[in-house]
T-cell receptor, first 118, second 112 residues
Framework: EAGVAQSPRYKIIEKRQSVAFWCNPI?????LYWYQQILGQGPKLLIQ????????DSQLPKDRFSAERLKGVDSTLKIQPAKLEDSAVYLC????????????????FGEGSRLTVL | SQKIEQNSEALNIQEGKTATLTCNYT??????LQWYRQDPGRGPVFLLL?????KEKRKERLKVTFDTTLKQSLFHITASQPADSATYLC???????????FGKGTMLLVSP
């Protein structure tokens, strides 16, 4: 079974530039997450989708971050304009849902996209 | 707010010993706790999930406990090996849509 795919693995940009990250979840997984992991910290949820809809985006800095999941499969996370403090690893994860419609709990993570903002 | 606290200091142990990592949570008891392993430059990998009504869960050399009185989960690796060296993340989840809140993780170093 193919895992969660993310690209690019590494990106270096200057502040005020824009960047986009792409994620392809495990086939059939309805729930998709974007997490931000700053060095030495645990992952912090940015946004959670279930199919096409947003379940939780309360910690997404909406003035500069945006995310979409068209057709309920792939997702893109965009940062525009980037700030120095956005330097982090952006992790995409997916999970399946049970027959009751609830996420089963276990998350499958991609390898992450490491962003460096200079 | 719902927090997860893990010891930020690295845990150094010798091969063959049992490693014990601690995860404390605040406020109300989560529906479940999860433990993940993260190697440098890699995404976290799921290890174990323990529910609020379970006291203990085992998987091979791994054991997790959930103490709602102490608001704490302990993660044990028995007969530890150098290959167990990694950062271990604890996460709390609520019933429903499975939004996870992660701790900072504890680095485990197992020396030969």
């Amino acid at each position: 079974e193919a895992g969660v795919a993310q690209s690019p693995r590494y990106k270096i940009i200057e502040k005020r530039q824009s960047v986009a990250f792409w994620c392809n979840p495990i086939s059939g997984h309805a729930t998709l997450y974007w997490y931000q992991q700053i060095l030495g910290q645990g992952p912090k949820l940015l946004i959670q989708f279930q199919n096409n809809g947003v379940v939780d985006d309360s910690q997404l800095p909406k003035d500069r971050f945006s995310a979409e999941r068209l057709k309920g499969v792939d997702s893109t996370l965009k940062i525009q304009p980037a700030k120095l403090e956005d330097s982090a690893v952006y992790l995409c994860a997916s999970s399946s849902i049970s027959t009751s419609g609830r996420a089963t709990g276990e998350l499958f993570f991609g390898e992450g996209s490491r962003l460096t903002v200079l | 707010s719902q927090k997860i606290e893990q010891n930020s200091e690295a845990l150094n142990i010798q091969e063959g010993k049992t490693a014990t990592l601690t995860c404390n949570y605040t406020n109300y008891s989560p529906a479940y706790l999860q433990w993940y392993r993260q190697d440098p430059g890699r995404g976290p990998v799921f290890l174990l999930l323990i529910r609020e009504n379970e006291k203990e869960k085992r998987k091979e050399r791994l054991k997790v406990t959930f103490d709602t009185t102490l608001k704490q989960s302990l993660f044990h690796i028995t007969a530890s090996q150098p290959a167990d060296s990694a950062t271990y993340l604890c996460a709390r989840g609520n019933s429903g849509y499975s939004t996870l809140t992660f701790g900072k993780g504890t680095m485990l170093l197992v020396s030969p």
